[in-house]
């Protein structure tokens, strides 16, 4: 492993550590103007650590899979609070096991790598098999790194703790919504937290009552009973024009090839009574539509 990397660098003049800056270089490993002068006499970070290993692993041919990348950005705190340059080296660092993160689930970029932590690290790049597994089957508690945040860039938490977040496609879904929100100034929005499930609710204009909610989208993120399998749903309280377009482009986060048909369905639903219901498939997603029994309509949509 890296025995083509591994050998005696060339004598180089200038400082004692030239002939290795330009190995580095010569390799991949750091890009020459990186760095400047001044920065070999100061302590490196773990972002500027994980560039290297990242380019390591490239030199070395190693492929780095993008499967449950979701998974493994919900696994590191402080990811979205990292700058974006440095996103994808300290997500491939962790997710190969290279390096860990800290006890309290940051990556910890901005900090100085100690001897220590240098040491480890490069032994694992050097020997896989001693690198340790991501574990992506427990509970990812999302704190304050913006992962989920209301419309005005505020972290949501429920009793000023971080949600706890049990069903990761929520986040998806959760951002794509927001982002349709991000595009639309003509509503007022309240985005409320509980333990279990956010409510992202649409309000007229100039309104903050949720009782006067035009449509609401609910994301069960630490889902229990049916919702395990149906762990969002829209409710369309009131019909008109915008609000219809506003339902579209909702519709479109979830069955974006199919959004016409589970429109249609919807709004032949809406007005009737309460044993009115429609369900099937679309787009490989179930949905369950029924009349809210007392006005509007609600589509309770499953898990692929």
């Known amino acids: ?31 020459s103007g990186e760095f400047k002068s001044a920065d070999y006499n100061r ?16 030199a070395n041919g190693e492929k780095i899979t ?8 919900a696994k590191i705190k402080d990811y979205h609070s990292t700058h974006a340059s440095m996103q994808d080296f300290i997500l491939k660092s962790f997710q190969t096991g290279i390096m860990t993160g800290y006890p309290d689930g940051t990556f910890g970029a901005g900090k100085n790598a100690t001897r220590a932590e240098a040491s480890i690290m490069i032994h694992r790049l050097i020997d896989p098999s001693i690198r340790p597994k991501v574990d992506l089957t427990s509970e990812v508690s999302i704190n304050r790194n913006g992962t989920f945040l209301d419309h005005k860039g505020v972290p949501l938490t429920f009793n000023g703790d971080p949600l706890i977040i049990k ?26 937290s509980y333990l279990n499930y956010t409510k992202l609710s649409f309000l007229p204009p100039g309104s903050d009552n949720l009782r006067n909610y035009s449509i ?7 889902p229990s009973g049916g919702y395990v399998e149906r762990p969002y ?11 219809r377009e506003i339902l579209k ?19 032949e639903v809406d007005g009737y009574n309460a044993f009115v219901k429609r369900e099937g498939t679309l787009d490989g997603r179930k949905y369950f539509i029924r009349d809210n029994q007392f006005e509007g309509v609600v589509n309770y949509i499953y898990k692929k």
């Open 66 to 73: 993008e499967d449950n990348k979701d998974k493994y950005i």
């Open 167 to 192: 069903e990761p496609t929520a986040i998806e879904f959760y951002n794509k919504t927001m982002k349709l929100i991000d595009g639309n100034k003509d509503y007022n929005f309240v985005v409320k």
């Open 233 to 243: 749903y829209i409710d369309y309280n009131r019909d008109s024009p915008q609000n």
């Open 249 to 267: 482009q909702l519709l479109s986060v979830f069955f974006p090839t199919k959004t016409q048909q589970v429109y249609d369905l919807m709004m």
């Open 1 to 31: 492993m890296f025995d083509h990397m591994i050998d005696n660098p060339p004598m180089k003049s200038g400082p004692w550590y030239q002939r290795y800056v330009s190995y580095a270089e010569e390799k991949g490993l750091v890009v």
């Open 216 to 222: 609401m989208v609910t994301f069960h993120h630490n």
């Open 43 to 58: 302590n490196i970070t773990r972002g500027e650590m994980s560039r290297i290993i990242y380019r390591g692993l490239v």
